[in-house]
């Protein structure tokens, strides 16, 4: 499975963006899909998953009521809304699809926001 992760860019203190991650083949059900960020000189930390096959979601503490996580299935496809953003969001943000057949991730989109 490869995933390709878009969405990222510079926005204002404030602003809003929405985060994709294709995945180029079939995800089921049983996966968990999961964004993750690193800013600089940071440890890549959690940010939000939901489940494939039902609406089961978690989010760290940081971004709760600021940051949507959903999917569509038929497209393969997660996203990322983040509302409100600050700019301590300012991170690559990377997407995972953990699954029975593996773990994989996406190359990271780059999110700035400017104060």
């Known amino acids: 499975v490869q995933l390709q992760a878009s969405g990222g860019g510079l926005v204002q203190a404030g602003g809003s963006l929405r985060l994709s991650c294709a995945a180029s083949?079939?995800?089921?059900?049983?996966?968990?899909m999961a964004w993750f960020r690193q800013a600089p000189g940071k440890d890549r930390e959690f940010v939000a998953l939901?489940?494939?096959?039902?609406?089961?979601?978690n989010y760290a503490d940081s971004v709760k009521g600021r940051f949507t996580i959903s999917r569509d299935n038929a497209e393969n496809t997660g996203y990322l809304q983040m509302n409100s953003l600050q700019p301590e969001d300012t991170a690559v943000y990377y997407c995972?699809?953990?699954?029975?057949?593996?773990?994989?991730w996406g190359r990271g989109t780059l999110v700035t926001v400017s104060s």
């Open positions: 995972n699809f953990n699954t029975i057949f593996g773990s994989y």
């Open positions: 083949s079939r995800i089921y059900s049983s996966a968990v």
């Open positions: 939901t489940r494939w096959s039902r609406d089961s979601t």
